[in-house]
């Protein structure tokens, strides 16, 4: 597990497709972001460790960030927050899960020792987002940002939010910000100078 700044762990895990998913771990807290295909190996360190969840956290509602969500709240608890903007999309990708805690853009959520900031990225889905550690220098961007790129747009629209996601982040997060992407390598904000050169929308 990497130590980050001291008050944040993180563990990463990759699935055999490259998708990033991650253990949060402060003070005696923990949360997941995007966990599925670690499943196993996530709840083993939990066990491990003797703690359950307290937050089941995922950046967008695509089918394949759901489908460890149930087994995982059944055994380890915790509350699956969601941004509001992304409930549409929930239901259509599975209609059983109901979050426990509707989330807006600049809310803070408790870990330990860290605040962990949702920050509201649309482009990739309406509600996507990327939760912010100030403390820990990190930012989890899912498929909103990635190293020299972004996540999969959906037409215009989608493409214009993206933009403006983009461009929010690269104002207000700072260069030495370790960027935890959701697919490939992770990377920090100051080596991604491309998002500077972006047109403002």
């Known amino acids: 597990m990497v130590k980050n700044e001291s008050r944040l762990h993180v563990q990463r895990f990759v699935s055999t497709a490259g998708k990033n998913q991650y253990l949060l771990v402060s003070a005696g807290e923990a949360a997941v972001i995007d966990v599925s295909e670690a499943q196993a190996e996530v709840g083993n ?105 972004y996540g999969r747009i959906w037409g215009p629209k989608s493409m214009s939010l993206m933009l403006f996601s983009l461009k929010r982040l690269s104002y207000n997060i700072p260069a030495e910000t370790t960027i935890y992407t959701g697919s490939g390598d992770l990377t920090t904000m100051g080596k991604e100078g491309w998002v500077q050169c972006l047109r403002s929308v």
């Open 45 to 149: 360190l939990l066990d491990d460790m003797g703690l359950g969840l307290k937050y089941l956290l995922i950046t967008h509602a695509h089918k394949s960030h759901l489908q460890a969500l149930s087994d995982l709240k059944q055994r380890h608890g915790g509350t699956f927050c969601l941004h509001e903007y992304e409930e549409e999309l929930l239901r259509e990708s599975d209609a059983a899960l109901e979050p426990d805690r509707l989330m807006q853009d600049g809310e803070k959520l408790k870990l330990g020792e860290v605040d962990i900031e949702v920050i509201l990225t649309a482009g990739h889905t309406k509600g996507s987002v990327s939760y912010y550690v100030r403390a820990a220098k990190a930012l989890f961007s899912g498929s909103s940002f990635l190293k020299k790129g």
